[in-house]
């Protein structure tokens, strides 16, 4: 008897749902096997996780505001792997994001506040596009890999970001209150580029329904667009999109400034919702990881937008039930272990999506009806 | 002579460019196979946290116990990086992702963290470290002593390391065919070589060595455990693959230069020159290591360059043996 994988030519559509929902039942189980291993009872941890998460009072709202710059980054993530663009830059470009909406909440203190906000998401997201079109230009016109360019650029924004605050005498730093002469902080912003919340027992920032907004915005674009087309083709078989004519130099240009743009607004909605200054602190918004998050949050929703939004509240909530509950418990880092366990299953689950799993005798001619890959993920 | 500036920098440059040398020696490893693995940071925190926790438990004399610590450290990091072999090599999983999830799961706020926690690492010295030492009696020797003899073992072992790694690609018949896997898996195939095999073996050996680099950080730069001690060193390391054309002698210079640029702008502040710019002492001179691995990555992908320095032609490209 042989355990054979071959691909599936067609991939079922109960499938594409059946197996992140087994993916996550499978992650619990083995999670609830590390629980046990290390002394803790997985049933009291489970129940405690979803009532930090979900029922206890304020948590709900807490948990949107987590999830918030994990909607923008997964959407950054799934706009660019779509056409097998590996921008996994979304860290830096959420930092530009960030610098761009304070430098405009700033210039234009004394204006209303629908003029602010507005200028703060222009700001962002074109600080943030603006930074994706390095790694961007670098791969349409050098065909220099963009995974490790955007990964490189994530490093010197941090830097940066932690330069204009700490090291220098930039526009963004606070010189001049009392508390700044004891720690370099950023300048804070106008209460008008406060951005206004919904709701009172539950409340919804802002930056949550924008979310929602990009992520309608992004699936018309791609699933209704003759762009959105040409994308899909070119990240199928670039050579086909070639011959047709498509300009894939532009295309590139396009997708990682969109890209990085949306990556920028979860920068503008940290800015705006909560943050009201420019966080450099490397402690601060530099240590969270929103990008890297944002890249595993658009690989489980398996780059659907809207499954983004989905999976960025429940990841959302875990980090905010992890801090929540932090203490003997629950110690640092299970939040952490949980969410690599529940990518490990999701990873693995997607060879049973993309192959179909044979155990038996050796069907002839089985390996012959294989089509061609495209072999798109190769280093340039 | 020896406490000028450019001595120190050098010598200090040495000592923090160990654990990048480690670590990147694994990771060329890897990608040599055709594996990119972007969770060398999980792996080395996984590393640092078990070699402190051996270093704490395992009594003795000082240098069993730090010999031993590092093995620890080498299984944890192996361990670790076999989950990853098994869903990137086994499974097909996207390289990237799993990468990144393996990060994720082990990190600064995953399993290290954990680890340290449950063990009660934090808040306490270590019990033994890798001191320098001086196999020859020459480290008051003027400007070389310091550099090349006032170092610790791991320093010396990493040297041994980029030797036996560079004759074992350029001069074995597993080296070579190491190379033809991550170049072209379908012709390795064809020989006869187990790709599955040849990429399993390089990834779970360059997490050995992420460990140890690691380690590096535990037992010798600053002996205690706080959560994300490594703080970014798996990413330069990484970076330093790259810069250094996947060669392992060349990631010798390239993790010596990288770990300077970490220490030269402390040492700038330290000694007060009026003639500095004022730039070289703030920490976004810290940056340049990923500048130019910018610069040399835009190098290596041109055409000339590409078939003599570039990357491994399968790197990050998935084998699977019916679909060719």
């Known amino acids: 008897m042989t ?5 599936r030519l067609i991939q079922p559509h109960w499938l594409k749902v059946a197996v992140p929902v087994g993916s996550l039942v499978v992650a619990f189980a083995l999670i609830a096997v590390v629980l046990l291993a290390t002394g803790h009872d997985p049933i009291t941890t489970y129940k405690d996780l979803f009532e930090a998460a979900f029922t206890a009072p304020g948590a709900l709202s807490q948990t949107l505001i987590g999830a918030t710059p994990l909607v923008f980054t997964g959407l950054c993530a799934a706009a660019a792997f779509r056409m097998n663009l590996f921008n996994i830059g979304g860290e830096g470009q959420l930092y530009f994001g960030t610098i761009g909406a304070s430098a ?13 906000i507005v200028a703060m998401i222009v700001a962002g997201f074109g600080a943030g596009a603006a930074w994706a079109l390095i790694p961007g230009i670098l791969r349409a016109y050098l065909s220099t890999n963009e995974i490790i360019t955007s990964l490189m650029l994530n490093y010197v924004a941090g830097l940066f970001l932690t330069y204009l605050i700490f090291d220098s005498h930039s526009y963004w730093r606070d010189t001049t209150s009392a508390s700044a002469a004891v720690f370099p902080v950023g300048k804070s912003l106008p209460d008008a580029a406060n951005w206004p919340t919904i709701g009172s027992s539950v409340v919804i920032p802002f930056g949550f329904l924008l979310g929602i907004g990009a992520a309608t915005l992004l699936w018309a674009l791609y699933s209704r667009t003759r762009f959105g087309f040409e994308v899909q083709v070119m990240s199928d078989s670039p050579r086909a999109a070639r011959y047709s004519g498509m300009r894939t130099r532009r295309k590139i240009l396009a997708v990682m400034a969109l890209s990085g743009g949306l990556a920028g607004l979860g920068g503008v909605s940290q800015v705006g919702d909560f943050l009201h200054t420019l966080d450099a602190d490397p402690k601060g918004l530099r240590a969270y990881g929103y990008g890297y998050t944002g890249i595993v949050v658009a690989a489980l929703a398996r780059y659907n937008p809207f499954a983004v939004v989905l999976i960025a509240f429940l990841i959302g909530g875990l980090q905010n039930a992890g801090s929540a509950l932090q203490g003997p418990d629950f110690p640092s880092g299970l939040v952490g272990v949980m969410e690599g366990m529940i990518l490990f299953t999701a990873l693995g689950g997607e060879l049973l999506v993309r192959y179909r799993v044979r155990v038996g005798r050796k069907r002839r001619g089985a390996a012959a009806a294989a089509p061609e890959v495209p072999a798109a993920e190769a280093i340039r | 002579m020896n406490n000028s500036i450019l001595v120190v920098i050098i010598a200090s440059g040495i000592a923090y460019g160990t654990p990048l040398l480690f670590a990147a020696l694994g990771e060329l490893l890897a990608e040599r196979s055709g594996v990119l693995n972007l969770g060398v940071e999980g792996m080395m925190l996984v590393g640092a946290v078990m070699g402190f926790w051996a270093i704490q438990r395992i009594g003795g004399p000082g240098h069993t116990a730090l010999f031993l610590a590092v093995a620890v450290a080498a299984l944890a990091g192996a361990a670790v990086a076999l989950i990853f072999a098994f869903l990137v090599i086994t499974l097909r999983a996207n390289q990237i992702v ?22 009660g690492l934090a808040d306490s010295p270590a019990e033994h470290q890798f001191e320098p030492v001086d196999p020859f009696g020459l480290a008051d020797m003027p400007i070389l002593g310091p550099i090349l003899f006032g170092q610790t073992w791991l320093v010396y072992a990493s040297w041994v390391l980029v030797v036996l790694i560079a004759l074992y690609l350029t001069r074995t018949r597993p080296g070579l065919n190491v190379r033809a896997v991550g170049e072209s898996p379908q012709t390795a195939d064809a020989m006869g070589i187990s790709v599955s095999a040849y990429r399993y ?76 710019p004022p730039l070289f002492k703030t920490g ?33 490209v998935p084998f699977v043996r019916e679909e060719r």
């Open chain 2, 284 to 316: 976004l001179f810290q940056a340049l290591p990923y500048v130019m691995t910018v610069v040399v990555l835009v190098i290596v992908s041109s055409g000339i360059a590409k078939r003599r320095l570039g990357a491994p032609g399968s790197l990050g």
């Open chain 2, 201 to 276: 073996a390089h990834v779970v050996a360059g997490g050995a060595l992420a460990g140890i680099g690691g380690a590096c950080f535990t037992l010798a730069l600053t002996p205690q455990w706080v959560d994300g001690i490594t703080g970014g060193a798996g990413w330069i390391a990484i970076a330093l693959v790259i810069f250094s054309f996947w060669r392992p002698e060349l990631c010798l210079v390239g993790a010596y230069f990288f770990g300077a640029c970490q220490v030269l702008p402390l040492q700038l502040q330290a000694r007060d020159y009026g003639w500095v």
């Open chain 1, 3 to 7: 355990i054979r994988i071959e691909r």
């Open chain 1, 104 to 116: 405009a909440g700033l210039l234009l203190a004394g204006q209303s506040a629908p003029v602010l």
């Open chain 2, 98 to 119: 799993s990468g990144l999830a393996l990060t994720i799961f082990a990190g600064a706020a995953g399993l290290s963290s954990y680890l340290g926690n449950d063990l």
